[in-house]
């Protein structure tokens, strides 16, 4: 009985008749809701993989920071080994997650993109050259991506960072705030070193 009261439903949906259970209308408002659950679910999945993304590059980051930290030389030569290869091994391991969060860009916030990328390049390049002024010029860089930045900033770096997608404005600033880190790390260990080059005549008795 049933499954002829089934099939005699079949029959009136092919043969034309209307279904008063569900409207069109409400077919599609149920569609609607369907894809804003998914909306808010694909949203979810974005931020995770950009959390991910970011807890890669400080762990990286860490890492490098050990290799190069004075720490380092401060130890044994078979102790460094050691710590040299196991932190190798973390560097390798971490370097295997590859998380890749791509950002819907137009023409123009593709250009803008490029241009701060390559205004950032240009200053890393200098680095070594002239670490203090290459950090003034990241401090101006970093503080055009920042409000109420208590250093001045450089404007035109400002306009084509606003001119980048959302996503891309928060990258730019994350990576200038990792180079300033390594730089002001750079600048400790030279001082350290510097210090202990010139404490190590007193320590040896001499003038």
Avoid: W, Y
Wanted: aromatic fraction near 0%.
């Amino acid at each position: 009985m049933a499954q002829a009261k089934i099939q005699a439903k079949l029959n009136d949906v092919s043969s034309g008749k209307f279904n008063r259970t569900m409207s069109m209308a409400d077919r599609a408002g149920q569609l609607l809701a369907n894809l804003d659950q998914l909306e808010i679910r694909v949203e979810a999945l974005r931020e995770t993989a950009s959390a991910m993304e970011q807890e890669r590059e400080c762990i990286l980051e860490m890492i490098q920071s050990l290799q190069n930290s004075q720490e380092m030389h401060n130890i044994s030569a078979g102790e460094k080994e050691e710590l040299t290869l196991t932190a190798d091994q973390l560097l390798g391991r971490t370097l295997s997650v590859e998380i890749n969060v791509g950002t819907i860009r137009n023409s123009q916030q593709e250009e803008s993109l490029l241009k701060a990328t390559s205004i950032i390049d240009e200053i890393v390049k200098k680095l070594l050259v002239d670490m203090a002024d290459s950090r003034q010029r990241l401090l101006a860089l970093h503080s055009a991506c920042v409000t109420d930045a208590p250093v001045p900033i450089d404007q035109k770096f400002q306009a084509i960072v606003i001119s980048c997608a959302l996503e891309d404005q928060k990258k730019i600033k994350r990576r200038l705030e990792m180079l300033l880190k390594n730089v002001g790390n750079a600048e400790k260990n030279i001082k350290i070193m510097d210090h202990q080059k010139l404490e190590e005549p007193k320590t040896n008795g001499t003038q």
